[in-house]
């Protein structure tokens, strides 16, 4: 019993989208910390390249989610910048999140901050793909349905 539950769970969570999604994050962790490293090296102070590292990194997420991850097809002015800001906003919200937690577990209750910061990066993984899930990239029954049809004529 306790293994069927566990066979559905896997089924469930353990798919081509959630590890897509894995891959592409460790690919946009990636892209963060090497944009920083190289606008960091000439001089730039940390907070411009934090700025400019963060942007770059939530661009490459913004578009590899989009087709790759989620499989958005809107195409759509008014479709990609309701995505885009979407996107974004989240982004921002689980980065403030990610601060205000550092702060917390760290200087306020004495955690050792790769545990903290490993901690609050599991939890923004979780966060950053439910909000892509279910508001930022969802699936109206119009485009399933239209994606169905076209699939059952090949």
């Known amino acids: ?27 946009t962790t990636l892209v963060d910390w090497a944009v920083y490293r190289i606008v960091r090296w000439p001089g730039y102070s940390v907070a411009f390249s934090t700025a400019v590292s963060w942007a770059s990194a939530v661009l490459f997420a913004f578009i590899t989610n989009k087709l790759f991850v989620f499989r958005s097809r809107a195409l759509g002015m008014a479709a990609l910048a ?45 966060m950053n793909y439910v909000f892509s899930k279910l508001f930022i990239f969802r699936k109206s029954e119009n485009r399933d349905h239209s994606a169905e049809s076209a699939q059952s004529m090949r």
């Not at 081509?16 to 999604?21: D, G, N, Q």
């Not at 974004?88 to 910061?117: H, P, Q, Y």
């Open 1 to 27: 019993m306790l293994r069927e539950k566990m066979g559905i769970l896997w089924e469930r969570f353990v798919n081509r989208e959630t590890i897509s999604y894995v891959i592409f994050g460790v690919l």
């Open 82 to 126: 309701r995505e885009f800001i979407s996107f974004v906003s989240c982004r921002a919200f689980t980065g403030v999140f990610t601060i205000v937690f550092m702060v917390a577990v760290v200087d306020w209750l004495g955690w050792n901050e790769w545990l903290g910061k490993a901690a609050v990066s599991a939890i923004s993984l979780v």
